[in-house]
């Protein structure tokens, strides 16, 4: 399973519980285990880099669309470009 597969099964077994209770909070995962909501991105954020450093998490919004990028389109992280490029 990948890194976040039971954190990423979690969500999904939870989903209507969290859409229920949690809607557009900001939901942390750790190990499988829901771990709390919270009301803006940056305070979840926070919290998990404060009590698991970094990670493995997983942070959701609850009730947001999945994002999907066009076929043609590339991601690549700006961390994996390196100082020099863009």
Same mark, same amino acid.
């Given at each position: 399973? *990948? &890194?976040?597969?039971?954190? #990423? *099964? ?7 519980? =969290?859409?229920? /209770?949690? !809607?557009?909070? !900001? ?7 829901? #771990? ?6 940056? *305070?979840?954020? /926070? ?6 450093? =970094?990670? @493995?998490? %997983? #942070?959701?919004?609850?009730?947001? @669309? @999945?994002?999907? %990028? @066009?076929?043609?389109? &590339?991601? *690549?992280?700006?961390? /994996? ?6």
């Amino acid at each position: 399973m *990948t &890194v976040l597969g039971d954190d #990423i *099964t979690a969500f999904d077994q939870m989903r209507a519980e =969290l859409e229920a /209770a949690h !809607w557009n909070e !900001w939901v942390l995962f750790h190990d499988g285990q829901f #771990i709390g909501a919270f009301k803006d991105f940056e *305070t979840c954020a /926070a919290d998990a880099v404060e009590h698991f450093d =970094l990670g @493995p998490y %997983l #942070i959701r919004q609850v009730g947001a @669309p @999945p994002i999907q %990028l @066009p076929g043609g389109m &590339v991601f *690549t992280p700006a961390h /994996a470009l390196g100082s020099g490029r863009v």
